[in-house]
T-cell receptor, first 114, second 114 residues
Framework: KAGVTQTPRYLIKTRGQQVTLSCSPISGHRSVSWYQQTPGQGLQFLFEYFSETQRNKGNFPGRFSGRQFSNSRSEMNVSTLELGDSALYLC?????????????FGPGTRLLVL | DQQVKQNSPSLSVQEGRISILNCDYTNSMFDYFLWYKKYPAEGPTFLISISSIKDKNEDGRFTVFLNKSAKHLSLHIVPSQPGDSAVYFCAAISSGAGSYQLTFGKGTKLSVIP
């Protein structure tokens, strides 16, 4: 089975631009979660989607949004980019929703905002 | 305010010995705890989890201990192997009362010396 894939792997944007990141979960997985990892803040939860609905949300501003498609693929969008948005963005998929579900992470998309 | 703290940024252990990674939390509403391992340039990999109703969970060489009164959990790796060298993150989830919070520690870099 293929693992979680994320595209693109690397991205450079400038302040004020917007960006869309893509995540394809493991086949059969219906839950996709997004995380931001920075040296200063560590790993932080952004949001979780299950069956095309956002089920849980972390403490991030509205500039961060996402969606999930009927095939469980998910996209994350960040509008009006700020320098502090430079980070590694990770997505993880799991079969179902809930804390007890094992999450499988993708390799991440490294975003640099200049 | 960090609700999940890993106070040791790094740890070195001799191969074959026990590795003990520690994690403290402040939010008594956390009801589920997880440990992840992360190699450079890869996404985190789920290792082991524990519900707040338990005090120990074991999976092969990995055991997680939870001390709720001390708000402390630890991951024991016995025996440690060079392939265990990675950054280990603990994470905590609170999912009661219609709210959801997933918080990670900043990680501990484990080096297992052959």
């Amino acid at each position: 089975k293929a693992g979680v894939t994320q595209t693109p792997r690397y991205l450079i944007k400038t302040r004020g631009q917007q960006v869309t990141l893509s995540c394809s979960p493991i086949s059969g997985h219906r839950s996709v979660s997004w995380y931001q990892q920075t040296p200063g803040q560590g790993l932080q939860f952004l949001f979780e989607y299950f069956s095309e609905t956002q089920r849980n949300k972390g403490n991030f501003p509205g500039r961060f949004s996402g969606r999930q498609f009927s095939n469980s693929r998910s996209e994350m969008n960040v509008s009006t980019l700020e320098l502090g948005d430079s980070a590694l963005y990770l997505c993880a998929s799991s079969l179902g929703q809930g804390a007890a579900e094992t999450q499988y992470f993708g390799p991440g998309t490294r975003l640099l905002v200049l | 305010d960090q609700q999940v703290k890993q106070n040791s940024p790094s740890l070195s252990v001799q191969e074959g010995r026990i590795s003990i990674l520690n994690c403290d939390y402040t939010n008594s509403m956390f009801d589920y705890f997880l440990w992840y391992k992360k190699y450079p340039a890869e996404g985190p990999t789920f290792l082991i989890s524990i519900s707040s109703i338990k005090d120990k969970n074991e999976d092969g060489r990995f055991t997680v201990f939870l001390n709720k009164s001390a708000k402390h959990l630890s991951l024991h790796i016995v025996p440690s192997q060079p392939g265990d060298s990675a950054v280990y993150f603990c994470a905590a989830i609170s999912s009661g009362a219609g709210s959801y919070q997933l918080t990670f520690g900043k990680g501990t870099k484990l080096s297992v010396i052959p």
